[in-house]
């Protein structure tokens, strides 16, 4: 009896777990594989999705289960390609994609230390030499890269108010939305007289001394080997500029 074709999936960004769900959509047979231990953390800064993300999202019938809860930011250019540009609760996103997902498919606080790929499919091993078999393997998590740390870093955490700012100057980038506030700035940040008054809103969020998360940044030099596949943050990672 020849066994039905199956995925594997490694990670679980918001882009893996759209995938379980296209796959779990098109009654293809998947194994998703992360290193989290949840697929919904406690805590998540928030996301942004371009309109091209919007509309993958509203082809697989989540948009309209979250767009209530979305921020959008409006902008003639975005308007033309039919979605908008939007900021959320990454949580309430992934809430969202792993409620049409089965659970069945799904194994945490697994990390990917090899894998092998013949003519017949892809094995892969875990570090608790864990065996997963499949057809194709497609990475969110990097098994191949180690990116390495940009010139920028991030700090996020919950908001006091309600409502929507951005201001962007040099080298910092600050945002309140969606009940967040989340800001990015170069690694020393530049002083001048243009972006004081962002650094003086910086100040106002940040909350005891915690360290900025640093920003990774770099593309794979390969994206596909065999049956390998790489997608989203296992073959790019991007800095703000971008």
């Known amino acids: 009896m020849q066994c039905p074709f199956t995925v594997l999936i490694i990670g679980s960004s918001p882009a893996a777990l759209a995938l379980a769900l296209a796959l779990t959509q098109q009654k293809t047979a998947f194994t998703l594989l992360t290193r989290a231990s949840s697929l919904i953390p406690a805590e998540q800064p928030p996301i942004t999705l371009h309109p091209h993300a919007v509309a993958i999202l509203d082809q697989l019938d989540v948009w309209r289960k979250i767009k209530d809860d979305a921020v959008e930011i409006s902008n003639p250019l975005w308007a033309r ?4 540009l939007v900021i959320l609760q990454e949580r ?30 892809v094995t892969v091993i875990t570090g608790d030499m864990e065996v997963f078999s499949a057809d194709i393997i497609v990475d969110f998590d990097s098994i191949w890269e180690e990116f390495s740390q940009g010139e920028f870093a991030s700090y996020w955490g919950i908001a006091q108010t309600t409502g929507r700012s951005f ?36 100040e106002k969020f940040r909350q005891g001394e915690e360290e900025p998360e640093m920003v990774l940044e770099g593309v794979a030099r390969k994206w596909s080997e065999e049956r390998i596949l790489l997608m989203g943050d296992g073959a790019w990672q991007v800095g703000p500029p971008s």
Do not use: F, M, Q
């Not at 390609?81 to 908008?84: A, F, I, R, S, T």
């Not at 697994?110 to 499919?121: F, P, Q, S, Y």
């Open 167 to 202: 201001i962007t100057e040099k080298g910092i980038t600050c945002l309140t939305a969606a009940g967040c506030w989340w800001a990015v700035l170069k690694i020393p940040p530049p002083v001048t007289a243009s972006n004081a008054r962002a650094l003086e809103i910086l």
């Open 92 to 121: 309430r996103l992934r809430e969202a994609l792993c409620g049409g997902i089965p659970l069945s498919g799904i194994h945490t606080k697994k990390k990917v230390v090899d894998t092998r790929a013949d003519e017949r499919g």
């Open 81 to 84: 390609l039919g979605y908008p």
